[in-house]
């Protein structure tokens, strides 16, 4: 009987650590779920994402070592303290939290960023990495009137007011287009030109569209200018050049670039202008980040400038 006592005692115990084990570690996924309904009840969400924050390329492999020290030291304190049923609940009551907050800490959501932008608010839930309910925030919010302008670096967005950055938060590379469009959306400005990104993130296909896409808007656009270049004697050379042996994206120091050339009848060339589309140096690479309407007018002030250059110097040519 004293045996069947101990051991229904220690399921109680068990199942009351295992309890006190969820409500410190285990919570916080439900508490982030009712949170996200809370601000889907007040304001109209635009987006919902999920970034795991583990650095790509790095496997973190799982070990048995915390799980197997803590079974052998709850058995040797059982074999000791065999005949005192209080001592060896005790034991059972901290093994299990033990083991409870271990398998708690390994889970993957431990590891997720989840961010929600509405039209008034940005809201993001850091990723846990094994805290408990009370340890840390488990969310941040910040009003998008906070901030006049962003930035891609690396990873995360970077949100400025004034060119102090005040905020920033992982993103998944995959969702860099839609950010862009949300965030003109909001009127939250682009801070520059060009993104800083991980190379690793993107296929080196995503880059060759880019440059498609660029090439496409910019003879658009010079089609535009043919009364101008006509008047000039010129007509244009245009097209994407790269110094990637190979063509490959991820070599060190690689650049790609538009090129326009402005050559006369007599096919001598005038001018000639660069506009850089992406140079990366190791794993680093600055993206330009502009996209539709933006494209079109970086592109128009570009050749725009190109043309003025041109009428410029002939005007110098005359007047001397």
Known sequence: MTVLYTLGGC????????????????????????????????????????VNTNLDGYVVTPNSVTQGVTVALWVLWTVVLYDQPILIEMGVFAAVVVLGRDRYVRAKWQKVQSYLLTDKSLYVFPARTGR???????????????????????????????????????????????????????????????????????????????????????????????????????????????????DR????????????????????????????????SGNIGNLIGVRGQDAIDHLQKWMSGVLREVQEQREEVVVS
């Not at 409500?23 to 508490?31: A, S």
């Not at 896409?213 to 050379?237: C, F, K, S, V």
């Not at 790609?256 to 009848?265: F, G, M, P, R």
Request: glycine residues 6%.
């Open 132 to 246: 408990a309910v009370w340890q840390g925030k488990r969310m941040e919010s910040k009003r998008w009137t906070e901030f006049d302008c962003y930035r891609f670096d690396g990873g995360y967005v970077q949100l400025f007011h004034a060119e102090e950055k005040l905020f920033q938060f992982e993103f998944n590379a995959r969702d860099i287009d839609k950010l862009r469009s949300l965030f003109s959306d909001l009127n939250v400005a682009r801070g520059e030109l060009s993104d800083r990104i991980w190379l690793g993130q993107f296929e080196e296909e995503a880059f060759y569209l880019l440059e498609d896409e660029m090439t496409e808007l910019g003879w658009n656009l010079i089609d535009l200018y043919r009364p101008e270049l006509q008047e000039l004697g010129l007509h244009a050379e245009f097209g994407v050049m790269r110094n990637v042996a190979g």
């Open 249 to 280: 994206l991820r070599e060190e120091y690689a650049r790609s670039w538009l090129q326009l050339n402005l050559v006369d009848e007599e096919g001598v060339q005038q001018i000639s202008s660069l506009l850089p589309l992406w140079q990366s």
């Open 11 to 50: 399921v109680g115990i068990a199942a009351i650590a295992f309890l006190v084990t969820y409500l410190c570690w285990g919570l916080n996924p439900w508490l982030q779920a009712r949170a996200i309904q809370s601000i889907r009840r007040r304001e109209r969400v635009r987006m919902v994402a999920d």
